[in-house]
């Protein structure tokens, strides 16, 4: 059983890091969507504005009760987020709020604090209420995944990649169910490397695919990158041996540092893509989450 404090922690910094991620994937829907799909673009911006509005209160409570290590892993908010937030939001015409973006910001980290029995309530008022969107948000995703391959709708997001954001928010109601039982997530320790390592490959897939044809260089990159991380899926079958923990750790780090370059590059106007400058960031987050899930593992 989680203590008190425990539980209070891990749950905003869970909820911190994968509302963001939640409401983002509506924001990437929304602006992939064609105009004669209005009935399923307003869906996605009424779910994403429901996220921003949990987040919104979510920061307050978070304030100098998440760990520091959290905050500066970069992974709720990074230096670029708020440039990327403006710039795509300007290129699309979709709403973002980025109040939000600016109290994460100023969030400070601490986590050794004793916290009140009334924060314990408000905490499991956030996540049941998480998880009620999620529940909405994960039959949209499904819904749009099987429009998409019956071909009823046209969306400039690959089937891979719905089905990519739906795991995501699968992954972020288990978490959830677990910490509002009171327990951490149980996975082995093969599940949540290869649910990862499958992630990261994926977003070197959709980098690859996103680039312009003449990116050669880039595109190569990101073609060894997800050769690498379906290596370790494949190796990763029971018990995973210290080696592929520093595997992926060392891949998820360098993938870290293209997808920064890359987002540099698109903010800066000098890499040829289709790719939001928004997503960039959103995998760049992604990235130091799980670096920081893999430095706490056991070595
Ligand atoms: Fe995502
Ligand atoms: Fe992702």
Redesign the pocket.
């Known amino acids: 059983m989680l203590s008190r404090d425990e539980f209070i922690r891990i749950s905003l910094e869970t909820n911190l890091f994968f509302q963001r991620?939640m409401k983002?994937?509506m924001f990437f829907i929304e602006t992939s969507l064609q105009p004669v799909e209005a009935a399923n673009i307003a869906e996605a911006d009424v779910l994403k504005r429901s996220f921003e509005q949990l987040m919104a209160e979510t920061i307050p409570y978070a304030n100098g009760v998440v760990s520091k290590g959290t905050v500066e892993s970069n992974e709720f908010v990074t230096p670029y987020t708020l440039r990327a937030e403006n710039v795509t939001s300007k290129l699309t015409g979709a709403s973002i709020n980025t109040s939000i973006t600016k109290a994460e910001e100023q969030l400070v980290g601490n986590g050794n604090i004793s916290n009140p029995a009334w924060l314990k309530k408000a905490v499991k008022d956030i996540n049941a209420r998480s998880l009620n969107m999620l529940g909405e948000v994960i039959e949209f995703k499904k819904k749009l995944i099987t429009l998409s391959l019956e071909c009823k709708i046209f969306i400039t997001a690959y089937d891979e990649l719905l089905e990519?954001?739906t795991r995501?928010a699968l992954y972020y109601r288990d978490i959830l169910r677990s910490l509002q039982r009171g327990e951490r997530p149980k996975r082995t320790l093969c599940d949540e490397l290869n649910f990862w390592n499958n992630i990261m490959g994926e977003h070197a897939q959709f980098i690859d695919g996103l680039l312009d044809p003449t990116e050669r260089e880039l595109k190569e990159t990101a073609e060894a990158f997800n050769i690498r991380f379906e290596a370790l899926v494949k190796e990763c079958i029971e018990t995973p041996d210290k080696l592929i923990i520093e595997k992926s750790k060392e891949a998820t780090g360098e993938i870290m540092g293209y997808k920064k370059s890359a987002t540099e590059g698109l903010l800066g106007c000098t890499i040829k893509s289709i790719i939001p400058p928004l997503l960039g960031d959103?995998?760049l987050r992604?990235a130091n989450h799980y670096l920081r899930i893999l430095k706490m593992l056991p070595r």
Do not use: D
């Open positions: 991620i983002e994937h990519h954001i995501e959103h995998v992604e």
